[in-house]
Each structure stands twice: as structure tokens, then as C-alpha cells.
């Protein structure tokens, strides 16, 4: 059993949550992952390690309710527990020896481009963040941002907060200014990451992306997580997260990220309708 310590509700759709995990704070890096579960038959479920804090020995992990066990897990409230809570899984992301790094994140993938570019500030790296959201009210992590980067840019989709457009006009505005980079890390939407990684090809930029596919497991048994990179197949749980952008085929991963969209809605209903039920 896992206790959570605190519990923060970033936007109306996102949530923080901190989890005594001894165990997984002493291993865990940038870019790693854990999988927990909420209830005792209840699916596994992956989560990027926002924070690791040695001192309280907790794990943060920032999650969007887009599906039953994400509507489950934010029915949680601190001094709750989880059933299960492993890690850290994945490979850590490689950020040794880089000068300038451009960091994306878009909508929740923020939570996760957050501790990299935290981790590239501490490595005395120039960081350039740009972040993106629907709209004004999604928002999350922006001070954050600013406090460990040398430039920030913020984007909505809807322009109801600072700049609008996409991720990929800031960007693009930058490299036509002349703004070089050793890597650029893309983490959001698949779509997001499409068309950064498309961008940057174009300016021979290495570009990093954060892989979440479907998992069972998240040790490489199950084989569901598997993403076309280059002529190779690759799992995203025990070779990744993380891949080199320019060889992800985005197309194949995103056909397989639709297969289970009927599913997860009809699961999503259920529950909603049965938590009416029982407030009445």
C-alpha cells in the first residue's frame, strides 16, 4: 500500500499527487515512469515521475482524467493509499553534455517535460521552454517553467492566454531567427510530437520524444506498447520512453493509440453514471 501525502488540483482536468514511495525515490531519474494501480482489480496504468523527493521520500506524478482509472485515481484524496505503485521503469533521458536544449511540452505532456528541463537548468544547460494548452483555464506548471528556464514562451490554441497558436509557430519563429540547438525535446500529443519532429528534420535538429502507448505490464511481457522506430520494433516501456522523434513512425502509433477509444469512453460512461447514482 502506497499513501498519498498531498493532493493539488492544477486545472479542473489535472491533478498532482504525491506518493510515499520509498523504494522508488532511492532509483529514480528524469524521463522514468512508474505504473500503478488504484484498486485491486483495477488495469494498470503508466505515469511519468514529475518529482523525486529524497528528503520526504515521496514520487509526484501529474495525470489528466481522460478515462475510468484516471477518474478513479482523482477520487483519491491525501491519506488515501494505492494498491500498487512500481518503479521507476523506462530508461532515463540522456542529458549529459548538452549546451542548449529547446524543451516542448504540450497539454499534460508539460508534467513530463517539466523535471527535463529542471534537470538540463541544474546541469547549468540553456534551456528554451515552450508550452502549449487548449486554453487559458488548462494552464498548469507556467511559473515553474519560467524559474528554471532562460526563455519562455507560452502558447494556447484559442489565444485566451498570451500567445496563440501551436507549439510549432514559436518554434518555428525561433529557428528562422537563427536559434541553433544541440537537441530539441518534444513531449505531448502525439500529433504535438509529429510535426516538432517533422520541423525539426528540416533544420537537421536532433529531437527527442517521450513515448506513452498502451501498457500492461511496463516490463516488456506483454508487448503492447510496441512503436515502430526506423526498420526496428521497439517497446516503449523497457527501450524508451524516450526515442529519436525523426525515426518514430506517428502514424502507426497513433492508429494504435484509436484501437481502444470505444472501449475506454463506454468504461469512462459507466463509471460517471454510477457515481451519480450513488451521490443521490
Not at 512508474?34 to 518529482?51: D, F, K, Q, S, Y
Not at 520526504?56 to 475510468?68: H, N, Y
Not at 519563429?173 to 500529433?191: H, N, R, S
Amino acid at each position: 500500500m502506497y499513501l498519498i501525502t498531498e493532493k493539488i488540483a492544477l486545472t479542473p482536468t489535472v491533478s498532482m499527487l504525491k506518493i510515499k514511495a520509498p523504494d522508488v525515490t532511492r532509483h529514480a531519474k528524469p524521463g522514468q515512469f512508474v505504473m500503478l494501480r488504484v484498486e485491486e482489480n483495477g488495469e494498470r496504468i503508466p505515469l511519468t515521475i514529475a518529482e523525486s523527493n529524497q528528503n520526504d521520500q515521496t514520487i509526484s506524478v501529474i495525470f489528466q482524467i481522460v478515462g475510468a482509472t484516471t477518474k478513479k485515481l482523482n477520487q483519491l484524496e491525501k491519506g488515501d493509499f494505492l494498491i500498487d505503485f512500481a518503479g521507476p521503469m523506462g530508461k532515463p533521458a540522456k542529458l549529459d553534455g548538452l549546451k542548449k536544449v529547446c524543451v516542448i511540452g504540450g497539454g499534460v505532456g508539460c508534467a513530463i517535460a517539466y523535471p527535463i528541463a529542471k534537470s538540463l537548468h541544474d546541469k547549468n544547460t540553456i534551456v528554451h521552454s515552450i508550452i502549449g494548452f487548449r486554453t487559458k483555464e488548462l494552464v498548469f506548471l507556467e511559473e515553474e517553467f519560467k524559474n528554471i528556464s532562460d526563455e519562455t514562451y507560452l502558447v494556447t490554441d484559442d489565444g485566451t492566454y498570451k500567445n496563440k497558436g501551436r507549439v510549432t509557430d514559436i518554434l518555428k519563429d525561433l529557428l528562422e531567427k537563427g536559434e541553433t540547438y544541440d537537441e530539441v525535446y518534444a513531449i505531448g500529443p502525439l500529433p504535438m510530437m509529429k510535426f516538432v519532429s517533422l520541423l525539426t528534420k528540416e533544420y537537421n535538429i536532433k529531437t527527442v520524444v517521450s513515448m506513452n502507448p498502451v501498457m500492461v505490464d511496463g516490463t516488456g511481457m506483454c508487448g503492447g506498447c510496441r512503436v515502430s522506430v526506423g526498420n526496428e520494433m521497439k517497446f516503449a516501456c523497457v527501450d524508451g520512453p524516450e526515442f529519436d522523434g525523426h525515426l518514430i513512425n506517428f502514424d502507426e502509433a497513433m492508429n494504435r493509440n484509436r484501437m481502444y477509444e470505444s472501449f475506454e469512453s463506454n468504461q469512462y460512461k459507466e463509471l460517471c453514471n454510477s457515481l451519480k447514482e450513488a451521490s443521490k
